[in-house]
């Protein structure tokens, strides 16, 4: 009865998370892949190397941030740093770009699976056509203004007027809440930056539990071999 309670409390913890990604960690190796898009931007899924040549699968979805940088898929980079600032910061700068509120309103709620019109259907006309609105509004809000005219052409506002609605009604709390939690991974390929991409920092309850889970799940284990190993 009292292993079924504690798993009942720990299911009912990772259910009021308000978002569990996975993370990432400055010095991690890392790789992207092409997916749905065809702006020469996002979606791209984020993958880890776990053990040497061992990688994972798709850990997360992603978007780029600058319009003069680059990627290879599949080639191995480095996490140089994870803060609210693309390092380099694109065509509008080189100093160092921080993010907007509306950029980090809509990646938040890209990555939790609730922006509104955003067709989630793998490998969709829909989900391809939604990403290059939604990285071109990225791109926008970042300061990558070259070949996309004035606030974007309908329908490539929908995402545009959307964070910019929201940003209009938000309070201080609201957009310092989205600010804190979606970041910015800045990749190196030796010494050479790379296409920073947008990151959703996962809370800390969500690392605890899951944390207690994999504690539980070896003593479990443990008590099963041999009491004297555990």
Wanted: hydrophobic content about 40%; proline content about 3%.
């Amino acid at each position: 009865m009292k292993k079924i309670t504690f798993f009942a409390i720990v299911l009912i913890a990772c259910s009021r998370s308000s978002l569990a990604t996975a993370s990432v960690d400055v010095g991690d190796t890392i790789r992207f892949q092409n997916r749905e898009g065809t702006t020469a931007g996002g979606e791209f899924g984020l993958q880890k190397e776990t053990s040497p040549g061992i990688w994972s699968g798709d850990l997360f979805r992603t978007f780029c941030l600058e319009r003069d940088e680059t990627i290879g898929f599949g080639t191995p980079y480095t996490v140089d740093s994870i803060s609210s600032t693309a390092h380099l910061g694109g065509q509008n700068t080189n100093s160092g770009d921080p993010i907007s509120a509306q950029t980090a309103w809509l990646f938040y709620n890209f990555t939790l699976g609730t922006l509104t019109g955003y067709d989630y259907t793998p490998n969709s006309a829909a989900r391809i056509e939604d990403a290059n609105r939604l990285q071109n509004a990225f791109w926008k809000f970042e300061g990558e203004d070259n070949n996309i005219s004035g606030a974007l052409d309908v329908p490539d506002a929908e995402y545009w007027n959307l964070a910019n609605a929201w940003f209009g009604s938000a309070s201080d709390a609201d957009k310092l809440f989205y600010t804190s939690r979606v970041m910015v991974i800045n990749p190196v390929q030796g010494n050479t930056p790379r296409q920073s991409m947008l990151y959703v920092v996962p809370e800390a309850s969500t690392i605890a539990v899951w944390s207690i889970l994999s504690l539980v799940g070896a003593g479990v284990a443990c008590r099963k071999n041999s009491e004297k190993i555990c």
